[in-house]
């Protein structure tokens, strides 16, 4: 029996054997890969269509040297779609629930977007912690300011989407138990809890997928500064 609403989010284990190893390799799993027949099957297609439409959106603001990062953003945006997606099955397990997890990802792929901005243009990117036109007085205090900010970015990213996850994934089984609680005593009431909760699950696949674009795009945002 569940101890607590939050024993969800801990990692199953077999035989003292975290499995988290086998949710965060399932999403490659499922996916097709492209035939090498001229027409392909409707699911690569869509696939196929999803992911260019997908590039082209992620890379047209960014500058030819920005475009060596499409297929990394691309490959972590369907790996984070798919993650939050499967995590919304009954008897799940959602590592993108896991803040360690979101910020290894998160603090990798930030660190490389202000190294290659300290390598190419350190000027430009040093010139982003002091606004244009500050005032001499200000200048200390806006540099530690901005510093702060730019070390926060990484930490914002994985806390973002670990809320956001935890949040709804918990708000799911609440209104859950309230049905089955509800059920024997007021069934009308049960009723529209239920209505209430099929609701809050495709809210919930909506914030699923457009966390994972958020989190992609913030990188791309971030690289934009730094190429």
Do not use: C
Request: net charge neutral; glycine share 4%; hydrophobic share 60%.
């Amino acid at each position: 029996m569940m101890v607590s609403f939050f024993d969800q989010f801990a990692s199953p284990s077999f035989l003292g054997v975290p499995l988290i190893a086998v949710a965060i390799a399932m999403p490659w799993v499922l996916f097709p890969t492209p035939s090498s027949r001229w027409m392909n099957s409707r699911l690569i297609t869509v696939q196929t269509w999803f992911i260019n439409r997908f590039t082209n959106q992620l890379m047209m603001p960014l500058n030819v040297g920005g475009h060596k990062w499409a297929l990394l953003l691309t490959s972590l945006m369907v790996f984070l779609i798919t993650i939050n997606m499967l995590g919304l099955l009954p008897y799940t397990f959602t590592p993108t629930t896991q803040l360690s997890l979101n910020m290894g990802l998160a603090v990798p792929l930030w660190l490389a977007t202000v190294i290659i901005g300290m390598r190419n243009q350190p000027t430009v990117a040093l010139g982003h912690l002091l606004p244009e036109g500050t005032p001499i007085p200000l200048i200390p205090v806006l540099i530690i300011i901005e510093t702060i900010s730019l070390f926060i970015r990484p930490l914002a990213l994985g806390v973002r989407l670990t809320a956001n996850l935890t949040a709804g994934h918990l708000l799911i089984q609440l209104i859950a138990t309230a049905v089955f609680v509800l059920l024997p005593m007021m069934p009308t009431v049960a009723i529209l809890t239920a209505a209430v909760l099929f609701l809050l699950t495709l809210l919930e696949v909506a914030v699923a997928m457009i966390q994972a674009y958020v989190f992609v795009l913030l990188l791309s945002l971030y690289l934009q500064e730094n190429v």
